[in-house]
């Protein structure tokens, strides 16, 4: 199985913390996708970002931004001066047999 | 809009019980999915349909049973419920593979 390692399972910062979140795959193929979601204490997933293989660019929204190095086979999460608001699962996931990380439950505090 | 709508949002059962879980997506979506969510093992696939008439098994399938009925729906079906299957669990469509996934909002089953 192609895994997906989160290896942070808790983190706690006060607000306006820079905080990142690590993400770790493995896989065989040349072309792939990983992606990052969020779980807000509601319980709904949402979707943050898709990277391609092709593509090693980072990628900034705001006060996220991503790190992806296919060299380490990371694709790390950056949040900038984190907010109440960021408290929630992190989980990052890839496309082979859309496989999850375990999460990473990030709390801001005020 | 819609998106993926998922029922029932809440169900208790009985060791030994029947029941299905339904799923269906308005976002002409080919590729659905139902994952389980339990307490620190994040998201586990348990089938997925990459097609409309096609079901693979993903990491934990067994004890479950899907049917890719059309297009729109794709249902999840615990012929013979254990503890073991109480969990939260979500349906999700993507476009293809290789794109992002939707999600419903979660059915929470127990079975005592």
């Known amino acids: 199985a192609q895994k997906v390692t989160q290896a942070q399972t808790e983190i706690s910062v006060v607000e306006k913390e820079d905080v990142t979140l690590d993400c770790v795959y493995e896989t065989r193929d040349t072309t792939y996708y990983l992606f990052w979601y969020k779980q807000p204490p509601s319980g709904e997933l949402v979707f943050l970002i898709r990277?391609?293989?092709?593509?090693?660019q980072n990628e900034i929204s705001g006060r996220y931004s991503w790190n992806f190095q296919k060299s380490t086979s990371s694709f790390n999460f950056t949040i900038t001066a984190s907010q109440v608001v960021d408290s929630a699962v992190y989980f990052c996931?890839?496309?082979?047999?859309?496989?999850f990380g375990a999460g990473t439950r990030l709390t801001v505090k005020p | 809009n819609a998106g993926v709508t998922q029922t029932p949002k809440f169900q208790v059962l009985k060791t030994g019980q029947s029941m299905t879980l339904q799923c269906a997506q308005d976002m002409n979506h080919n590729s659905m999915y139902w994952y389980r969510q339990d307490p620190g093992m994040g998201l586990r696939l348990i089938y997925y349909s990459a097609s409309e008439g096609t079901t693979d098994k993903g990491e934990v399938p067994n004890g479950y049973n899907v049917s890719r009925l059309n297009k729109r729906e794709f249902s999840l079906r615990l012929e013979s419920a254990a503890p073991s299957q109480t969990s939260v669990y979500f349906c999700a469509s993507s476009n293809t593979g290789r794109t992002e996934a939707f999600f419903g909002q979660g059915t929470r089953l127990t079975v005592v």
């Open positions: 996931a890839n496309n082979n047999d859309m496989r």
């Open positions: 990277r391609n293989s092709f593509d090693e």
